[in-house]
Structures are given as structure tokens and as C-alpha cells.
């Protein structure tokens, strides 16, 4: 009898993993159908309301980047991705009218929450920086933004130093120069990978990416020279 206890004990653990097996799989495979139907439901929206493409869209991206997706639905949310990054393009050319015109660079770094959000995933601001977004195909994008992700935060980071410093006193100069060395050392391993792949991207693309890293080179230098100025005080 006592032989049959670890062998009944056995399978019992073996049908609980499975089990568990089974719900994660059926999880992930309700997800890919779930984001499946986002996309024709935007792809329905966008069609319907070209007006709200520069709402919709980046949250649809944001909520993509945090979809788990199967193997099996792969194909399909591709296809529908690509007509609907077709759509948010000839929406934005047909109605000039989405377009902010007082969108500038200085203004980069987003204030209130939801676009922080988008910003933090390296998601691009369709308004402001869309001349290189548009030239690429989603899998293109899906390879560059875990990157531009990485440069939107240097970024961040760099800005909040040179607020504390603005704002001034003992612990906010060291939290600044916290960031910056951090900053220094970040880029280290990040530059070089980072322009490998503007390599391989359209030349329109690249260039407009090029200069996305010349405005966090001049945050960085701006923070460098004003932490020195505070020490030659």
C-alpha cells in the first residue's frame, strides 16, 4: 500500500502542472485573440473616424507592447497591423488638420500621465515625430522600440536632473550628479548597439533618429556643464 502513495501523490502533481500547462496556454491564446479584435476594431474606428488617430493609436501600440501574443494568431495580427499602420498614415495625409503646429522639440518630455506613458515605451508622439515613424513597417518598429524606449528614459532622467538643479540645494545636486554619471554610463553600452541598427533602417528614418540622439547628447552636455558650473561656485 505504502508503495502506491507516492505514485498516486506523482500523478496528482503531474495532472495539477498540466493543468496549470493548459490555463497559461488557453490564457495566451484568448490574448492573441483579444488583440486580434483590438486591431480590426481599430482598423473599423480609424476607418469610421479619421480625426481620432492620433488618440487612438498610440494607445493602441502602448497596450500591443503589453499583449502576450501565440504563435498561432501571429500571421493574421500582422496582416491587420500593417493595414492598419497603412490607415494611420493616409489619415494623417489626408487630414492635415490633426497635425499641431506648435508642436516644438522643447516640449518633448510630456507632462501629464497618459502621454508619459506612451513616451516611456518609446512610443513616438504622431504629431511631433511621425516624418520617421511613418516610413516604417511594424516589424521594423517592433526591432527599434525597446530602443527608443531606452533613449525616451536617458532622456527623462537627464531633464528631472536639470530641474533638481534648477530648483537647487545639497540633495538634489547629488541626485543630479547620480543621473548624469549614470546617464554616462548607460550610453557606454547602449550608443554602439543603437547606431548598428540606424544602419539598417530607411535612410529617412535613420536620419530623423540620428538627430533624436543629438538632442539627448545636448541634455547630457547641458547637465555636465551646469553640475560643473554649481562646483566652481
Known sequence: MASKRPRKHNALVASALLLVV??????ILAAGSTQLERCYEELTVLSKEPLRTLDRYPRYLLQ????????????KLSRCETQLSILVVENRQLNPGLLNQLCSRSERVPRDYASLQTYMMGIPS???ESQWFDALMPAQWQQLQPQLARINSLEYECTRALEALARGGRL????AQTTQRLISLSRRVFTSQW?????????EVATALAEREHQLDQCERLLTD?????HAE
Not at 172 to 175: I, K, V
Not at 195 to 203: I, K, S, V
Open 22 to 27: 493548459w490555463s497559461l496556454s488557453s490564457a
Open 64 to 75: 500591443r507592447h503589453q499583449a502576450q501574443v501565440g504563435s498561432d494568431i501571429a500571421e
Open 126 to 128: 504622431l504629431q511631433c
Open 172 to 175: 538634489r545636486e547629488m541626485l
Open 195 to 203: 547606431r548598428a541598427n540606424l544602419t539598417e533602417l530607411p535612410d
Open 226 to 230: 551646469q553640475l560643473a558650473a554649481t
